[in-house]
Each structure stands twice: as structure tokens, then as C-alpha cells.
């Protein structure tokens, strides 16, 4: 069967808050944008709609004074970028390629040429595979065991309760360190007796005194009921063997995430975890017309209410682009669409063909025009 060619100003890879945000963006600019997102797989872990669809309340997006179920959340996210012209595709893509402008996506079906790409792929929590983690009813995901503290610390069913939190790094710090503000007691369970997250994070959790460490044990189970959510979980220590079973009312899964970059690895630049990099002025990456938003480009904030806020920024770094207008790239420097370079101070444009022109007298002749 030939394959449907597609052809589009804006196409965006991925429907969680970012992907969504930069649809209704570009859409009310009138940009017609093609959102592409995974279908559901259980098996691959991915949904539509992204991680707030495994996540029960919502209490810390902004304008919801009641808070708001996540799936609910991105339903409306859904329908807003529906109102203003979004066009949604379902569809795996296999392969992408960003060496030239029209970028090339491939699908089974289709071959989809973009001038402005919005990768906001996402981030996906890794999980230890332990029986009792997989999401309600299979298991006590989103009853008890999370992977966000900052997102589901604060519900009734972990205040001055008994939490776990399983990992050794920053992320397991920090989840830790912020959980003391409503538990009884933090037990960070990590499989060495050696933490690998940073001085200043180790240094802050180990002085914190609501705060414990069950070194060299490995949680090898859930426990609860579905009226209850979580009970207790099985340890096991690793040098002796020895299993416990310990009683707690959540658990939280901080063994780090895994950026959704494979699709692009090669093709643009990424950081030694694999998140894309962006310039810290714009959501441009270093190919021209190709900009990230959302977890796949931050390690750092990885809120619903921040994915938005980059979702909007590709949005409007997209149609500047489009519009012909400079947009800051990685290294300072900002590009047109024609592939003019203006130089980081401002000062000289250097053509596709080598020419430098001079930006300051274009400047000044425009203000004495005025
Ligand atoms: P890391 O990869 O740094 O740490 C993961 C931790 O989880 C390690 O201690 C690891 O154990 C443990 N782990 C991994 N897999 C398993 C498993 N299957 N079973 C049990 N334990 C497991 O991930 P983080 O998310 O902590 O950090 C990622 C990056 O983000 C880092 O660069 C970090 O500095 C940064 N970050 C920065 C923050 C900040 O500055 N505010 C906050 C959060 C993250 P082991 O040590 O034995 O390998």
C-alpha cells in the first residue's frame, strides 16, 4: 500500500500538557498544527495524554481550586487544542529525519514533511517491577505507590503516615526531603550502602531527622488491599538475604526517569542522560526549526504546570520561525528560517552564503524611519 504524504507547518510528537499546549498555541495562530502521539500500549507503557493519565488527583494545577482527576485534566487539554483546528494522529512513528528542512516522519501509513517540529515526547518514570506497582486495580499504582512527590506528597493518605521511598540518587533525596513535610517518618530504601545522589542533596536527607536509611535492601513487594491502598511492602537485605515485611501507607519509586529520546538519538543533541538540550533563552535545540518542550528536555522541574509553560513557548518560538522572525538557538546565536545567523550581542547577521551584514545600522535606520 503507498503511503499518505502529509504536509504541515507545525507537527508535534507527543499529547501531554506540553504537546498540547503547543497545539492549542499554534492552532489558534491559525498554523493547522498535526499532533502525533503513541497509541495506548500497555507493554510499552505509553498513553495518550501522557503520565497524567496514570495519575488519580490533580491538586497543584493551577485554576482548579477543587483539583481535578489527571485523565480528566487531559481530556480538557484535548478538547481545547480540538477547538482550534488541532489534527490528531495515532500512529507509531518509526523513523524521523531532521538533516534537512522539510523534516521527514514516517509512520506505517503515512510519510509526514513538517516545516517546524514540537518534540515533546515526554519522559516516562522508571519502575522496579515488583508485584503490587503496576497501576489500580492490577496494583496500588495511583492507591499508595507514586512516582512524583511533589505531585501526590501532599494527598490526606500520606499525612503522618509511614512512606518508603526507594533509590539512592537526587531524585530519591529530593522526593525524601520534600515527604517529611507531611509524613511521620521516610524510610529511603536503596540497594547499596553507598548514596549516589549529590553531596549537598546527601548531606541535607541524612541531616534530616524524620528521615532513615534501610541500606543494601531491595523491595521485592507491594502489600495492600484495594480498600486500604498500601500496608507494608517485603524487603529483602542483600548481604544476609533476610526478608521483612515492613508496614507502610505509601511508597515512592525514585530510581529515575527515562527521557523519550531513542526516536531522535543521533540526529540532535542530547545530554548524557538523554534528555534534548535547549537553548536557555528559547526552546530551540541546535537544528533550526526543530524545538522540545515539556520532560523530554527537563531533568529538573518536570511538573504538569512547567510542561505547559515550555508547550507554550515552542508554540510561539514556532511561529516566529514561521513568520521569518530570529529564534535563539542553543549557542547563542539566533536563526531565521532563511538560515540568517545574528551573532549573540546583536551585532552582525551572517548570511546562508558566509556574508556578514551589520544589524546595527539596519537598527538604527529603522529608529531614524521612526
Ligand atoms: P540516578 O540515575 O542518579 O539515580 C537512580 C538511583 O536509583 C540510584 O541510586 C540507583 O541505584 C537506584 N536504582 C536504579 N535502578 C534501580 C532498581 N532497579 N532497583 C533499585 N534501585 C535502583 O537518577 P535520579 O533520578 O536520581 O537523577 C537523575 C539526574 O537528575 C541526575 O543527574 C541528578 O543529579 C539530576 N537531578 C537533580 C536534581 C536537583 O538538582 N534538584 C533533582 C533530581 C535529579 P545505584 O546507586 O545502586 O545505581
Not at 484535548?78 to 494522529?89: I, V
Not at 495511583?142 to 509511614?162: E, Y
Not at 511508597?251 to 527515562?258: E, N, S
Not at 528559547?282 to 533550526?288: D, F, L, M, V
Request: hydrophobic share 40%.
Amino acid at each position: 500500500m503507498e503511503k499518505q504524504t502529509i504536509h504541515k507547518d507545525v507537527v508535534i510528537i507527543g499529547s501531554g500538557p506540553a504537546g498540547l499546549t503547543a497545539a492549542i498555541y499554534t492552532g489558534r495562530a491559525n498554523l493547522a498544527p498535526l499532533l502525533v502521539d503513541a497509541p495506548a500500549d500497555a507493554v510499552k507503557q505509553t498513553s495518550p495524554g501522557g503520565q497524567l493519565m496514570i495519575t488519580t488527583e490533580v491538586e497543584n494545577y493551577p485554576g482548579f481550586a477543587e483539583g481535578i482527576q489527571g485523565p480528566e485534566l487531559m481530556e480538557e487539554f484535548r478538547k481545547q487544542a480540538e477547538r482550534f483546528g488541532t489534527e490528531f494522529l495515532e500512529a507509531w512513528i518509526t523513523k524521523v529525519e531532521l538533516h534537512q528542512r522539510p523534516f521527514t516522519l514516517h509512520t506505517d501509513e503515512h510519510i509526514i514533511k513538517a516545516q517546524t517540529l514540537i518534540i515533546a515526547s515526554g519522559a516516562s518514570a522508571k519502575w522496579l517491577g515488583v508485584p503490587g506497582e503496576a497501576k489500580t486495580p492490577e496494583g496500588f499504582g495511583g492507591n499508595g505507590v507514586s512516582a512524583c512527590a511533589t505531585c501526590d506528597g501532599p494527598l490526606p493518605a500520606f499525612r503522618n503516615k509511614v512512606l518508603v521511598v526507594v533509590g539512592g540518587g537526587d531524585t530519591a533525596m529530593e522526593e525524601a526531603t520534600f515527604l517529611t513535610r507531611y509524613a511521620a517518618k521516610v524510610y529511603v530504601v536503596h540497594r547499596r550502602a553507598k548514596l549516589r545522589a549529590s553531596k549537598i542533596m546527601q548531606d541535607k536527607a541524612l541531616a534530616n531527622e524524620k528521615i532513615e536509611f534501610v541500606w543494601n535492601t531491595a523491595l521485592e513487594e507491594i502489600l495492600g488491599t484495594p480498600e486500604d491502598g498500601v500496608t507494608g511492602v517485603r524487603l529483602k537485605n542483600l548481604q544476609t538475604g533476610a526478608e521483612q515485611v515492613f508496614p507502610c501507607a505509601g511508597v515512592f519509586i525514585a530510581i529515575g526517569h527515562k527521557p523519550n529520546t531513542d526516536l531522535f538519538r543521533g540526529q540532535i543533541e542530547i545530554d548524557e542522560v538523554g534528555y534534548i538540550k535547549t537553548s536557555g533563552h528559547s526552546t530551540s535545540t541546535n537544528i533550526a526549526g526543530v524545538f522540545a518542550c515539556g520532560d523530554v528536555q527537563d531533568s529538573v522541574y518536570r511538573q504538569a504546570v512547567t510542561a505547559a509553560g515550555t508547550g507554550c513557548m515552542s508554540a510561539i518560538d514556532a511561529e516566529r520561525f514561521l513568520d521569518h522572525l530570529p529564534v535563539a538557538m542553543p549557542t547563542g546565536d539566533e536563526v531565521t528560517i532563511e538560515g540568517e545567523h545574528i551573532t549573540p550581542d546583536h551585532k552582525t547577521i551572517i548570511e546562508p552564503d558566509g556574508t556578514m551584514i551589520s544589524n546595527v545600522a539596519a537598527a538604527t535606520a529603522a529608529l531614524d524611519e521612526c
